[in-house]
């Protein structure tokens, strides 16, 4: 249909590959590998005079995590079953990347990278909310893509919304600031037992080695779309670990939002877990909308056509 395939009423269904229907989100502008069929019937009396009406548009680049997410505030988790504080979050994150550090040797750039993370360390200082103030800059949530921009920013919008995150164990904040580092060092997230190979990363998982759990804990990288966000981050965010190792956390309703493509004056109410719930199961709203323009010009053609048969059964009267 959408994708630059369109199945006729005389065509053969066997020459038909289903795969060319999928429409994959991110070569249309998406932040996010979201694959999906999406139908659209059009009775044969109104088929556009022209296929290239029923086509998205494809775009040149695709557009990152880094992009939607790199100008939003800074934000560090909580910490769960002990006293939460800025200074002993800091504490955490140190004592973890010294322990991570300890097994590695120092001339391998993972030993380096960890230490970067630590050196001259600044924590967030907040760990956001259902309201965090906006920053003054004009690059506050900037995506350095003016159309991006016009879609998601708000410029009357005094708060962020939606923008808190999860409080996390000592022993999951080790994971992540590993998963982390590694996904800046390598491009991608390291992935099962064979990522994971260090002491204490290994969850408590009696089939963590068969790789059935392979993609239990996974980055979102900065240079690439996000894989697909889904409901189930409502439970725990292991599958959708933010990129800077200095936040150390996982991702924000707000920030999961973004790489949905909400616009930032969209409030999520409920608690949190159903926020999480209403962005993992929607569409996102900027490809409802392409998809929007070009059942549009559907309809506009059926106009147009509509309106030239009246015309001429006008004047041969």
Same mark, same amino acid.
Request: with cysteine; aromatic share 10%.
């Given at each position: ?150 879609? &998601?920013?708000? !410029? ?6 939606? /923008?808190? *995150?999860?409080?996390?164990? +000592?022993?999951? @904040? ?91 004056? &969209?409030?999520? !109410? ?6 999480? /719930?209403? *962005?993992?199961?929607?569409? +996102?709203?900027? @490809? ?30």
């Amino acid at each position: 249909m959408v994708t630059g395939t369109h199945f006729a009423p005389d065509d053969d269904v066997e020459n038909i590959d289903p795969k060319t229907f999928i429409i994959r989100a991110e070569n249309y502008g998406i932040p996010q590998a979201r694959h999906r069929v999406i139908l659209l019937g059009i009775s044969e009396d109104c088929l556009p005079s022209d296929v290239k009406q029923v086509k998205l548009t494809k775009e040149v680049a695709a557009i990152t995590v880094g992009q939607v997410l790199g100008n939003l505030p800074r934000l560090r988790s909580g910490l769960t079953k002990m006293v939460d504080s800025q200074d002993s979050w800091t504490s955490v994150v140190v004592d973890q990347v010294s322990y991570l550090r300890d097994q590695i040797d120092k001339t391998d750039k993972m030993w380096q990278a960890l230490g970067d993370v630590t050196k001259d360390f600044k924590a967030p200082l907040s760990k956001g909310g259902r309201r965090f103030k906006r920053a003054d800059g004009k690059n506050d949530g900037a995506t350095g893509c003016a159309q991006l921009d016009h879609w &998601y920013r708000d !410029q009357h919008l005094d708060y962020w919304l939606n /923008h808190e *995150v999860r409080g996390h164990m +000592p022993t999951d @904040l080790r994971r992540y600031v590993f998963a982390a580092v590694y996904a800046d060092l390598y491009g991608f997230s390291p992935k099962g037992h064979k990522g994971f190979n260090l002491k204490g990363l290994a969850p408590d998982h009696a089939n963590w080695e068969t790789g059935k759990f392979s993609d239990r804990f996974r980055v979102q990288a900065e240079k690439l779309p996000a894989t697909t966000i889904t409901s189930h981050i409502s439970k725990d965010g292991h599958y959708f670990i933010h990129y800077d190792p200095s936040q150390c956390r996982s991702l924000s309703v707000r920030e999961a939002a973004r790489i949905q493509t909400f616009p930032d004056n &969209y409030f999520f !109410q409920g608690n949190r877990t159903e926020q999480f /719930h209403q *962005v993992g199961n929607a569409v +996102p709203p900027l @490809l409802a909308s392409k998809i929007a323009q070009v059942v549009f010009r559907v309809l506009f053609d059926k106009t147009q056509v509509f309106d030239e048969n009246r015309e001429e059964l006008e004047g041969a009267m």
